[in-house]
């Protein structure tokens, strides 16, 4: 049984950082890539960050380019998503995925699809005050 374990939410002033962490357990964790989205009230699931399984490509969401940075450790099953310069639009809850394929052949246009992923954490969330 797949389980993604978010932590790391909470509120922050305009301008503060943020590391949020997610836990994988139930499937092999390095043979996968990772994705995070996240989702305010009344919008849709947006793409933030995705990396591949290996750790060795990244891809990001214009809106989180620069400020975000997505890292993964495969010896603690854990990848990371470090929020800086945090703005009052990124108030949302942040939700990490997992790819549904082992070994995926690296696509960015295919990461920021939520079709691409199989099991979905439960969010963590992040209120940004102005």
């Known amino acids: 049984q797949v389980q993604l374990v978010e932590s790391g939410g909470g509120l922050v002033q305009s301008g503060d950082s943020l590391r949020l962490s997610c836990a994988a357990s139930?499937?092999?964790?390095?043979?996968?890539?990772m994705g995070w989205f996240r989702q305010a009230p009344g919008k849709e699931r947006e793409f933030i960050a995705a990396?591949?399984?290996?750790?060795?490509?990244?891809h990001y969401a214009d809106s989180v380019k620069g400020r975000f940075t997505i890292s993964r450790d495969n010896a603690k099953n854990t990848v990371y998503l470090q929020m800086n310069s945090l703005k009052p639009e990124d108030t949302a809850a942040y939700y990490c995925?997992?790819?549904?394929?082992?070994?995926?052949?690296?696509?960015?246009?295919?990461?920021?699809?939520?079709?691409?992923?199989?099991?979905w954490g439960q969010g963590t969330q992040v209120t940004v005050s102005s």
């Open positions: 995925a997992v790819d549904r394929v082992a070994y995926a052949t690296w696509s960015s246009a295919r990461t920021t699809s939520s079709a691409a992923y199989d099991h």
């Open positions: 990396i591949s399984w290996n750790g060795g490509s990244t």
């Open positions: 139930g499937r092999t964790f390095s043979k996968y890539g």
